[in-house]
């Protein structure tokens, strides 16, 4: 199971998500090979990578999962975006930005969860 690439999406997704979230998430025997996927290929592969650095790959991220309306996940990488550096208003002009390409309804949704996210968030993540 451990491999370079897990052992650095590890460490990432740690820093990225924070401890409590990734251990909680640490599955069971159904769902470890998926944690073990994601942690070795979205992290230790992609948010990894040089490329960009991780407040734009948090912006990316928080555009997409509302675009694509997975409020679940948006929670998740709004609280991510603030441990990547992102202010509230920086999110904020994301989401306005993903209701012009991923439409009114969409961001809408995106507001609502991250307005919860921010007025509850007590840094822990």
Sequence with gaps: ??????????????????????SRAAGDAFTAPFQEFITKTAWGEVWARDGLDRRSRSMITLALLAGLGRTEELALHVRAALRNGLSEAEISEVLLHTAVYAGVPAANSAFAVARRVLSADDGDG
Excluded: Q
């Design 1 to 22: 199971m451990t491999s370079d690439a897990y052992e650095r999406g590890m460490a990432v997704r740690r820093e990225v998500l924070g401890d409590e979230h990734v």
